[in-house]
């Protein structure tokens, strides 16, 4: 006999992403960056595809001024997968973070 089961949705999932990416200092905000239409043409800005056992994660984020990009998303691809596989208990695969713009 095996022990208790745990299933999460894909909204949890992306929850705890969203959360993970927000904690990270210079990030301002989780989405699109320019004029309304484009977040809307866009589609979500984490997206989350679980398949044969690894979780792929793409987000698209708004970067605070000042802040260095590429070792911002390497601290937002850090924290992403420790919120996977940590906190859900899931294997992280491929982890894209998007820059989308730097606001105020």
Excluded: F, Y
Aim: charged share 15%; net charge neutral.
């Amino acid at each position: 006999m095996s022990g208790p089961e745990l299933t999460v949705s894909r909204s949890v999932v992306v929850q705890m992403v969203r959360l993970a990416v927000e904690e990270v200092p210079g990030v301002l905000r989780v989405g699109r960056g320019g004029p309304a239409w484009r977040a809307w043409l866009g589609g979500t800005p984490v997206e989350v595809k679980l398949q044969s056992g690894t979780t792929d994660v793409h987000v698209t984020l708004i970067a605070r001024p000042g802040h260095a990009l590429p070792a911002l998303t390497d601290q937002v691809g850090s924290a992403v997968a420790a919120a996977v596989e940590r906190l859900l208990g899931l294997e992280t695969g491929i982890v894209t973070v998007v820059v989308d713009g730097v606001g105020v």
